[in-house]
């Protein structure tokens, strides 16, 4: 649930913290504000125990066999991080059990719509939508923020599934999309993940997600051997948690998306 929260539980490396804070008075500005959050306060079954996780840019489920592939990662899956989703495709009937959806919208046509899927097996109790902006394209890119009710335990787990905007010389509006989650992360006191495509494929955009992170207290789960999609030596796909732990994680090759998905086991600390 959202509450004050401590800082983050070490001191940024120097140069971090310089690139962090070299445009946070700039683009406090130009934050991008949630479009629509949903507060459902209906009991539904609270997650506990340890958490089975998928993070997968799905490519708008545009290669044959996504089904197959989707299907075999999602057994047994607890959440499910899908970016590049696509509503016409049908994902959610992909699993084998029906799961709780919470879109956010992000590229549009007339024949289609994608966006951020989280999927999930219990309900949420607050839904969140936020948009940015591709500054080239003018293309919207989309985050949904989740929160879930935690058995036997008084606060909640909070949950970002985020595709970063990609096609920017610099840092502002790479920068601004995290920087627009910073109010929800300070209130929220409890457990934490954010994952996704966050297009971090130079190391400016490395260094700024770990200090974001840094600051808030989440740590990165580790893959090895790490088959994560890289572009100039820099992986894409990430899993950052607080208050959790992975206690198994892999990447999984496919051909059948231009992103290996990753699986995280999660137990809570």
């Known amino acids: 649930m959202l509450r004050p929260l401590a800082s983050a539980t070490g001191p940024l490396p120097t140069l971090v913290l310089a690139l962090w804070l070299a445009t946070a008075g700039a683009m406090a500005a130009a934050q991008p504000a949630a479009d629509q959050c949903i ?3 209906a009991e539904s079954e609270a997650l506990s125990g340890q958490l089975d996780i998928l993070s997968w840019n799905i490519q708008k489920s545009s290669n044959l066999g996504w089904e197959k592939d ?3 990662l999602s057994d047994g899956v607890n959440l499910a991080f899908i970016q590049e989703a696509s509503l016409q495709a049908g994902i959610p009937q992909v699993f084998s059990n029906p799961l709780y959806q919470a879109f956010a919208r992000g590229y549009t046509t007339a024949e289609f719509e994608t966006g951020v899927l989280t999927l999930s097996s219990s309900s949420p109790s ?3 939508h936020f948009t940015s902006w591709e500054p080239w394209l003018g293309t919207p890119k989309a985050t949904s923020v989740t929160e879930f009710p935690l058995a036997g335990r008084s606060d909640r787990l909070l949950t970002i599934n985020l595709h970063a905007v990609n096609f920017a010389l610099g840092l502002e509006d790479f920068r601004s999309q995290f920087q627009a989650l910073a109010d929800m992360l ?3 006191e409890g457990p934490v993940i954010l994952a996704g495509d966050l297009n971090t494929w130079s190391q400016e955009r490395q260094l700024l997600v ?7 207290g989440l740590a990165p789960v580790a893959f090895n051997p790490d088959l994560r999609t890289t572009v100039f030596g820099h992986a894409l796909d990430h899993i950052y948690v607080r208050g959790m732990h992975a206690t198994a994680a892999k990447v999984v090759p496919v051909a059948t998306s231009d992103h290996n998905p990753l699986l995280v086991r999660l137990a809570f600390n």
């Open 39 to 41: 507060t459902d306060m």
């Open 70 to 72: 989707l299907a075999q």
């Open 126 to 128: 607050l839904r969140c």
């Open 186 to 188: 300070t209130q929220h």
């Open 210 to 216: 770990d200090a974001f992170t840094s600051e808030f």
